[in-house]
């Protein structure tokens, strides 16, 4: 259940590192394209890149900055285990991009696991803004490139 009485206005570091871990493989892709770049192709759903955009945001700010009194530190194991295996399956799907091994499950995956990843962080902190936030963006997120893929079918 939401109280507004469990959050306050705070800091959680964590919430910044996991997105700057995230963000790494971007701001090497945003450098250095891909020789065969198909995530730099127009858009066909540039209603839903707004709407995710929005959500993208909120997801991103609230962990760091909206902080419930009564979350669990240090995290679970198992939530923690969960984020480091979608940080690495998220940087394999990365690999596989770069290499030009572009098909479906590469580009959900990238859609997918920094996602999920965030999403266990929320559910390690209890943070429901920005759980509700990651789970409207990855929905979003997923639309894309599925409507993408197969109105284009630039895989």
């Given amino acids: 259940m939401f109280k507004i009485g469990n959050y306050k206005i705070g800091f959680d ?3 910044l590192i996991l997105f700057l871990a995230i963000m790494l493989p ?5 450098a250095v394209p891909a020789v065969n770049d198909v995530l730099r192709n127009k858009s066909v759903t540039p209603l839903v890149d707004m709407i995710a ?3 993208q945001v909120v997801m991103v ?4 900055v909206i902080v419930n009194k009564y979350c669990q530190k240090p995290m679970k194991k198992v939530l923690f285990k969960g984020i480091v295996i979608l940080l690495v399956l998220y940087s394999i799907g ?9 098909n479906p499950a590469v580009i959900l995956g990238l859609s997918i696991a920094p996602c999920l990843a965030f999403i266990l962080f ?8 920005a759980l509700l936030s990651a789970s409207i963006f990855m929905s979003c997120s997923v639309w894309h490139y599925k409507f993408h893929y197969v109105t284009t079918n630039w895989i």
Avoid at 61 to 64: G, H, I, M
Avoid at 122 to 129: M, P
Wanted: proline letters at 3%.
């Fill in 53 to 55: 955009s929005v959500f």
């Fill in 94 to 102: 990365w690999c596989l991009y770069y290499t030009g091994n572009i």
């Fill in 61 to 64: 700010v609230a962990p760091c």
């Fill in 13 to 15: 570091i964590w919430g």
């Fill in 122 to 129: 929320l559910i390690s902190r209890k943070n429901v803004v």
């Fill in 26 to 30: 971007d701001f090497i892709w945003f």
